[in-house]
């Protein structure tokens, strides 16, 4: 997306360059016409950066936003994901201590027969 501006930008420079250029060379006027129409020039050039470089920010600022809500979603799907895997590891660990216990008692039971 940058690129694509960067490039847009560098043709509309120099497009710009080489249409003053090529009036300069061919206009049949006075200096004074010339510098005024340089000036002209320069401020339409200078109008159209302005107009590039804000629609650029915000482009880059809607982009920077879109991929911040979307890296915050990501985050919180996977910590919900590792919340629940977490909370079936504890319960199956406790069912599991569960039946060791019971064997434990039978086990205990079993000796005290002995």
């Known amino acids: 997306m940058a690129n694509n501006t960067g490039n847009t930008i560098l043709a509309l ?19 004074e016409k010339t510098r005024k129409q340089l000036r002209d020039e320069a401020d339409h050039l200078q109008d159209n950066l302005n107009k590039k470089y804000k629609e650029t920010s915000t482009h880059l600022s809607d982009f920077a936003s879109e991929a911040k809500k979307n890296l915050e979603e990501k ?7 590792v919340n629940n895997k977490a909370d079936e590891m504890l319960n199956k660990l406790e069912g599991e201590l569960g039946v060791l216990r019971k064997k434990n008692a039978e086990l205990q039971k079993e000796l005290k027969k002995k």
Not at 24 to 29: D, E, F, G, I, V
Not at 75 to 81: A, C, E, P, Q, Y
């Open 13 to 31: 420079l120099t497009g710009t360059a080489v249409g003053v250029g090529l009036g300069l060379l061919y206009a049949p006027q006075s200096g």
């Open 75 to 81: 985050l919180d799907k996977t910590f919900s994901n």
